[in-house]
């Protein structure tokens, strides 16, 4: 088989960059390890910024009443709760809550109307050749048959597992990483968020967040401990945990509803320097990964492969041939370290850090009541949370 651009990973990096491509015309094939429907099982927030809406508009994609745009979030300090007003501090840029897994769900759709070629339950993925001047290789094993795939470049977008990193040799790149003392139990329930807006709480028995992932539905997040079992936590005690977290301003009125999903995830930072390697470009968490506090992981996918499609498709026309690829990796990674700042000193002022003494606790409290009391700090939390534009280089 031959193709312009063989992609690695249907998740909702590599699925965007499909049909960015596809829209400019470059064929491409998608190599995804697992089937449509476990892809689909992950349930996680999704907060989009203006910018990551329109590059979904770009790809053909509306999401239409599943999303829902607010001008503001809610900061909730030790139980009350403040309004941070996200357009009128950033002159009208707002966040979209939505449900990654039907943001997903409409890209499936969309690409296999077009007819756009995923293989989906391709095992043994192997990528050969592109750090080469030749065209490289794409190598997989489906019902017992091998197969193979040559192309013009390989996209990485299979995530912070995946096996594009693994192949690049070790020599050829550099890891910059932070684990953090704690993971989020995440729950996902038929019933509204404990706010219209997204919420993010501070609290002494750790940090809280809740979102909507449609019109009835929402995703609730508790700090949990990395030892933390999902055995150990039935619906009640969650949202009995939460309630107590958010106080009597939000805590008193939630909503609650069965658990559809109950999840752990362990919260990391992540930076891979460079992404690019010859004919190889990573994109989305295969690059990087952020903490979700500061909700910036999908909206730096979606800035990835918005630039990636228009490099890839300049060199395959070979217009400037390689120039935009050759500053892929610069203008990326200047965009994720950004977002790694930010969600970094967000994780940091909101969640409780096992390792902290009063003296730290008590710059964490000053840190905030310096965030409520002041306009300027609230405006670089805006700005910080619904991007900038990107004619401001973020
Ligand atoms: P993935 O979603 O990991 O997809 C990678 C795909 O590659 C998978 O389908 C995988 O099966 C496939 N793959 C892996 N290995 C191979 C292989 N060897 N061969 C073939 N295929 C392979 N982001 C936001 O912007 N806003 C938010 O509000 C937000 N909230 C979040 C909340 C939580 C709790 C978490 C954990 C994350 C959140 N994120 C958020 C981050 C966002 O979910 C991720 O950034 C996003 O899923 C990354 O997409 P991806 O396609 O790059 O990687």
Redesign the pocket.
């Known amino acids: 088989q031959r193709t312009q651009i063989a992609i ?7 699925l965007l960059l499909g049909a960015l491509l596809h829209r400019a015309g470059i064929s491409n094939v998608i ?4 089937r449509a429907e476990d ?1 689909l099982a992950r349930s ?5 910024e203006d910018d990551s809406i329109a590059v979904l508009n770009a790809a053909g994609l509306s999401l239409g009443a599943q999303a829902l745009r607010q001008d503001s979030l809610l900061l909730s300090v030790d139980g009350r709760s403040h309004r941070v007003e996200l357009a009128r501090l950033t002159a009208g840029r707002g966040l979209t809550q939505c449900s ?1 897994t039907e943001l997903t769900r409409s890209l499936m759709r969309a690409r296999a109307a077009a007819g756009m070629h995923t293989i989906y339950e ?1 095992q043994q ?1 192997s990528l050969h050749g592109f750090l080469g001047a030749d065209a490289p290789l794409l190598r997989y094993r489906k019902q017992d048959q091998d197969h193979e795939i040559r192309c013009d470049y390989i996209a990485g ?7 594009s990193r693994a192949s690049v040799p070790p020599d050829a790149y550099r890891c910059y990483e932070r684990l953090y003392p704690f993971g ?1 139990l ?1 729950v996902l329930a038929e019933c509204p968020a404990a706010a219209p807006e997204l919420l993010l709480a501070q609290h002494p028995r750790g940090f809280a967040l809740s979102v909507m992932a449609g019109p009835q539905r929402s995703h609730s ?1 508790i700090q949990c401990s990395l030892s933390d079992r999902l055995t150990q936590w039935s619906d009640t005690q969650f949202w009995a945990e939460l309630r107590r977290r958010l106080g009597p301003d939000l805590g008193s009125t939630l909503p609650v509803a069965p658990a559809l999903d109950m999840s752990i ?1 362990p919260l990391r930072s992540f930076v891979l320097e460079p992404v690019r390697f010859g004919r190889l470009l990573l994109a ?3 690059a990087h990964v952020v903490p ?1 506090t500061g ?5 730096l ?1 979606a800035t990835d492969t918005q630039e990636l499609s228009e490099a890839l498709a300049q060199a395959c026309r070979g217009d400037h041939a390689e120039q935009g690829l050759n500053n892929y990796s610069e203008r990326a990674l200047r965009r994720t370290w950004r977002a790694e700042r930010f969600s970094w000193a967000l994780t940091r002022l909101l969640h409780s850090f096992p390792d902290q003494n009063s003296f730290d606790q008590r710059i964490q409290q000053a840190e905030l009541e310096h965030l409520l009391d002041s306009r300027a700090a609230q405006t670089v939390l805006a700005e910080s949370f619904v991007g900038q534009p990107a004619s401001a280089g973020g």
């Not at 690695?8 to 590599?14: F, I, N, R």
């Not at 977008?157 to 096996?163: A, P, Q």
């Open positions: 690695v990973g249907a998740g909702p990096t590599g190599v995804e390890r697992c892809i996680q927030a999704c907060v989009l990654q391709a993925v977008c299979d995530g912070f597992h995946g096996v989020w995440g997040y995830t989305g968490d295969a979700p909700a910036k992981g999908l909206n996918a």
